[in-house]
């Protein structure tokens, strides 16, 4: 990753008021070119995941992004759920938006291990973050700590923009250009493997295996479902 290129911060600084809003008006959340018919966007992942865990089922959200729409909405559904991110003004606006869930968000960052306790939670959700994060941290660091705050039996929701290298493109939601660090499946999924991760597969036209979708800037993304082994 080079050092000249900004992935993240102060991007997320900047633009934190208005990520909230396209992040809760789904503005980029829509889904074409999808690999699963079921697959047309954010709204289905959640609808799968509530599919694979009850209420009451504790889990994080890591990388929750500003105003950290999704962990209020399993919250709202009865979850006990968290969620962390590297950008202080994402968190704020979190607590500004959604003040019932104020203490459970907070800043961390993903690139260095989590201060959370092995298999302490049923799930983890981390979507389009490690595009924000050096491959050298996410293998090695992001990826294993994600398992390892997994249960016997947890289930991990992952979603990462596709392909080798980084990529920069205008988008037009913020008037701006982004750079993001691609990564292949090939990858992705060795770490997980080691870690004691397996794909849960697609059943009866429910979500499941590697699943591919465009999105509106547009970008290639894999989002896939795994549950820790034991």
Known sequence: MGSNVDFS????????????????????????????????????????????????????????????????????????????????????????????????????????????????????????????????KTLGITIPELARLLRSGGVLQFMFKVGSGVATVFDRDYGAERSFQLYTVEEVLGVLETHGMALIPEEEGRLGGIMRFTDPKPMEHVVLLARKAG
């Open 9 to 136: 911060e102060s991007f997320y600084r900047d633009h934190a008021a208005r990520y909230a809003e396209v992040s809760h008006n789904y503005i980029q959340s829509v889904y074409v070119n999808s690999s699963h018919p079921a697959l047309k966007g954010d709204k289905d992942l959640l609808d799968r995941m509530v599919g694979l865990l009850p209420p009451g089922s504790r889990g994080l959200d890591a990388g929750c992004g500003s105003g950290a729409r999704d962990v209020f909405l399993y919250w709202q559904k009865g979850y006990d759920v968290y969620g962390v991110d590297a950008v202080d003004e994402n968190i704020q606006e979190a607590r500004r938006l959604h003040p019932e869930i104020a203490d459970r968000v907070t800043v961390a960052d993903l690139s260095q291990p989590l201060d959370h306790p092995t298999a302490s939670m049923d799930f983890v959700l981390c979507n389009a973050v490690i595009q924000h994060i050096a491959p050298e």
